[in-house]
């Protein structure tokens, strides 16, 4: 019997699985932390990639804007941010000249303890902290069209700023492709217009996940090369949330040279087809909206008819009242979504997630052990709620036996699984 511990929020699950019917349990691949993360960060700020340093960048009249993802994501943003500040103020810049602007995209903002956590005490004290609000377009500068025909509208902070520095992380990003380099900007401190814009080219990428080549991905490139940002820390996170890498300097470059570290992290190989996939919504757990994306990996691997089983807290159950309703008809195609997407009718992300859920659910069982939605809710939205993780792989191997085959996604919200030997 193999004992595999799967990361539940901030706890974690024990699963036990016969060793006979184990393909595989696919963590990222072990990468190894840097020994010395701050002298990593100040390494590559002395050479940053594309662009002058930051003492070369700033000057002591010039206000800045510092954009930061937001409670979703794991960036170490309080080790990065001091490495940051050192040197702009080195050029003369006074803390009233600095805000900080939190990339929120469409979710929702940070609670005060999230902002704790996110940037510490101190600096919520010394500067100016903005939550981005996607839906006041009172805050928002239009800058054009791309040639996707997204128009671009971004908070005003970003082009009214006369330096603009970001600090994120690259992973696996069902949308596109992969998380970091313009994603502060667009969707993070963008309109919900053009997010919705953007967003519907989403549907082109399904079970194409990881590649940074298609539409949304490229539209979201475009349009942040239309704004401002002189300098972004991206950094790649190791399975155990410490920095496996750190890259510095103009957006395109840093996501490119990320990402090739990323892929080696992230994509893992699975040797063939099974018919029963479990994956942790980890690290994107806090709710359903944001969990579905290790269904939609776990997919990749699991055959025509099989199940999946997602095992996430979702203390902020599915997202949002819309959200639900939207969902709340198991009976829904896909082609419903898509209309949805093409005409704008409601938010667009949702519909894209219903779409690739859709698409999922109409060839595979899709199980959820998530105690943060009812299970009401749940089997309202075409899902089979189960109260034990355990009792239910184990119904599943003797469903799917004589001999069945399962594997494992314990970071299922930021790995790729692969078919391969």
């Known amino acids: 019997m193999e004992h595999i511990n799967l990361p539940f929020g901030k706890e974690s699950l024990d699963l036990r699985v016969p060793a006979d019917v184990l393909a595989g349990v696919l963590w990222p691949k072990p990468a190894r932390a840097l020994p010395d993360a701050e002298l990593e960060i100040d390494r590559v700020l002395d050479k940053p990639l594309g662009c002058p340093t930051i003492e070369e960048i700033v000057h002591p009249c010039d206000r800045v804007l510092i954009v930061i993802d937001d409670y979703t994501r794991a960036t170490p943003v309080q080790l990065v941010l001091p490495h940051l500040l050192e040197r702009i103020q080195r050029g003369g810049v006074q803390d009233e000249q600095i805000t900080l602007l939190i990339a929120t995209g469409t979710h929702r903002p940070c609670t005060p303890q999230e902002l704790?956590?996110?940037?510490?005490?101190?600096?919520?004290?010394?500067?100016?902290?903005?939550?981005?609000?996607?839906?006041?377009?009172?805050?928002?500068?239009?800058?054009?069209?791309?040639?996707?025909?997204?128009?671009?509208?971004?908070?005003?902070?970003?082009?009214?700023?006369?330096?603009?520095?970001?600090?994120?992380?690259?992973?696996?990003?069902?949308?596109?492709?992969?998380?970091?380099?313009?994603?502060?900007?667009?969707?993070?401190?963008?309109?919900?217009?053009?997010?919705?814009?953007?967003?519907?080219?989403?549907?082109f990428g399904f079970r194409s996940y990881g590649q940074t080549d298609l539409p949304c991905r490229l539209d979201i490139d475009e349009a942040g090369r239309m704004t401002r940002m002189h300098l972004v820390v991206n950094l790649i996170l190791c399975q155990d949330g410490q920095i496996a890498g750190v890259f510095?300097?103009?957006?395109?470059?840093?996501?490119?040279?990320?990402?090739c570290l990323a892929r080696e992290i992230?994509?893992?190989?699975?040797?063939?087809?099974?018919?029963?996939?479990?994956?942790?919504?980890?690290?994107?757990?806090?709710?359903?909206?944001?969990?579905i994306r290790a269904i939609e990996y776990a997919d990749l691997v699991t055959r025509p008819g099989g199940a999946i089983v997602l095992a996430a807290p979702c203390p902020d159950g599915l997202g949002s009242e819309e959200f639900f309703h939207l969902l709340a008809n198991p009976g829904k195609g896909a082609d419903v979504f898509l209309g949805n997407i093409a005409l704008r009718k409601g938010k667009v992300t949702y519909n894209v997630l219903g779409y690739f859920l859709a698409r999922v659910r109409a060839e595979k069982r899709i199980y959820a052990f998530t105690p943060g939605v009812p299970a009401a809710e749940l089997e309202t939205i075409g899902l089979t709620p189960v109260v034990s993780l355990q009792d239910c792989v184990e119904r599943l191997l003797q469903l799917y036996g004589p001999n069945p085959s399962l594997a494992v996604l314990p970071v299922g919200g930021a790995t790729i699984p692969r078919l391969g030997v």
Request: proline residues 7%; aromatic residues 10%; glycine residues 10%.
């Open 116 to 203: 704790l956590e996110k940037i510490g005490q101190a600096a919520l004290e010394r500067f100016t902290v903005v939550q981005h609000d996607c839906m006041d377009r009172g805050q928002m500068t239009f800058l054009g069209l791309t040639h996707f025909g997204t128009p671009v509208w971004v908070n005003r902070l970003v082009m009214a700023s006369d330096r603009v520095f970001g600090i994120g992380h690259i992973d696996p990003s069902d949308f596109a492709g992969y998380a970091g380099g313009w994603k502060l900007i667009v969707p993070g401190a963008a309109a919900l217009e053009t997010i919705n814009n953007n967003h519907a080219l989403a549907p």
């Open 248 to 259: 510095a300097g103009k957006p395109d470059p840093v996501h490119k040279a990320g990402v």
């Open 266 to 291: 992230y994509e893992v190989t699975c040797p063939r087809p099974v018919d029963i996939m479990v994956a942790s919504g980890s690290p994107y757990d806090m709710d359903f909206y944001q969990a």
